[in-house]
């Protein structure tokens, strides 16, 4: 094991890239890597892989590999460990048991549905000689697609006959038949072409096999439908709701010390506060307390057909006016030079009706061939006070400075990645600007408060909705009655929560990570104990953390080997009094 104290005590800026841990994490994410990389199927481009459902070959490998660094790790005697190396070595053995966890899951999971694909094997071992490219008897691989074909087509005509699975098992159906799909295109583009006899005996059985695969894998997904947790609503958005015991787990995983109720209560605290802010900036427009008719003024304030850009590049100069004149920041230049933008295709707006970013911003915006419906509803959507509060979230000092320090500082540590610092930084500068009255006029208010209690209501709906209490329908429902939202962009906003790819805490960790960060700030910041400009500088050069690790970092905290999260972040009579 590699001894760090000596150096770390010659050189006080020793630790500022790296940990006494940071080696053995640096080596298991390339092992981790190098596995994945050569037991999946290979890209199109050759090069890289294409992540599909692990092979049973892959899986227990990957296993094998979390228990050795499981015991490296041990050997490590954390009471004498910097800070740095205390937090370091809790996170990576957080990270390598839940993917153990979710590996043991992945295996019940394949066993469960296992009955489904009985030439799963032959598949495999096939991808198994196609590794170091050994000999095939073409003949008898074009009998065995042969025989693999029929019985596929035998089992789409029972599977109608069959009871419904659920929706998750067939979810996992459809994935673990698209994975050997993918895996034998990979075997047929190796040696088609290049051994005469495959490609004499082996396509025309190939492309049956591969046609009646992809048929077989949509219509397990289609068995699981209507067996869910969730009942269907005339939302159509299907989704799995997790269950409180998951969502305990999730959240102790993420270090959050609160109950999804608990959560839902600071949520509804911060939401009574934007109602009343709401309140005063309606009544300074004139509308009194029907906040609903001046938001509406605010949304009709769009900027002309393709003039959005120019809007974007404005209120990005608005902010960094206002940031960097009272220095709040170190501001790199090329950062600042280097943030790009484009436009978000059509489809991607239907499940991100505002813009998104990072290194650029993604520009929600109508297209020529969007229907007067949608064209109002993204122009209104995307109006200038609404888009005020979010066009630093995206660019700097939020998600592009992020991923600018991240690669620049302790690297290593993107592995351990959490919404609660990606999503809670960008959503903090909200917070604090407006706290230091960045939004000046009633209409800036609306639009800030706008998106302030968007994220209340993320956190309202998409825990309720994962403890069973309410429906895709319901979320669509209170996202347009107490936010203000278009209802299609409420509609993307649900489906974009419940069936994309994001994690199920991803929603709340918008405003609960802004609030973890606001809290500390309130600790050492408003005690005097660190400049603003020392706090937000250092946050970014510890690159992605919990908060709570975060914590422990800036103010040199010891911790135990055994350490749970415990922070209690909300100050409830504070915010009661603000």
Known sequence: ???????????????????????????????????LDF????????????????????????QELNLQYLDELSTFVFDQLQVNGQVDYLLFKNQIEEYQEELKEEEAN?????????????????????FRGGSIDSEQLAKAFNGFSND???????????????K??????????????TRLQNVFNFYNGYDPMFSWWVPKTYEKLDSLLGKYAARLAEMGEVCTNQKLDKS????????????????????????????????NQEFAWCDKELLKASQEMGFGNDWKKAQEQVKNSYVPVGKQPELIVKLYNDAKAFITERDWITWPALADETWGMIMMTPERQLVNPFFTGGREISISYPTADMSYEDKMMSMRGNNPYFSR?????????????????????????????????IEGWALYWELLLYENGFAKTPEERIGMLFWRMHRCARIIFSLNYHLGKWSPQTCIDFLVDRVGFERANAEGEVRRSFQGDYPPLYQAAYLLGGLQIMGLKRELVDSGKMTLKAFHDA????????????????????LSKDFKTNWKFYDFDRSNKL
């Open 236 to 267: 159509g958005i299907k989704g799995s709701p997790l269950g409180e015991e998951t969502l305990n787990k999730l959240l102790a995983r993420a270090y959050i010390p609160y109950s999804p109720q608990e959560l839902i209560a600071i949520a």
């Open 168 to 181: 998750k098992q067939a979810d996992f159906a459809e994935k673990a038949v698209y994975a050997l799909q």
């Open 152 to 166: 596929i087509a035998v089992r789409l005509e029972e599977l109608p006959k069959q009871a419904k699975i659920d």
């Open 110 to 130: 394949y066993a469960a549905i296992s009955a489904f694909i009985p030439f799963a094997d032959s598949i495999y071992n096939l991808e198994k000689v196609r």
């Open 389 to 421: 509060a979010t066009v630093q979230h995206e660019l700097i000092p939020g998600h592009h400075l992020q991923y600018f320090m991240n690669s620049r500082y302790k690297p290593y540590r993107q592995a351990f990645g959490t919404p609660f610092y």
């Open 39 to 62: 037991y999946s199927p290979r890209a199109a481009d050759g090069f890289s892989y294409q992540p599909v459902l692990n092979s049973p070959t892959q899986r227990k490998r990957l």
């Open 539 to 558: 946050f970014m050069k510890e690159n992605q953390l919990p908060i709570e690790l975060m914590r422990a970092i800036l103010t040199n905290q010891k």
């Open 1 to 35: 094991m590699l001894q760090y104290s000596q150096a770390g005590a010659q050189s006080p800026d020793f630790y500022r890239q790296t940990s006494e841990i940071a080696p053995t994490i640096i080596q298991y994410d390339q092992d981790k890597h190098a596995l």
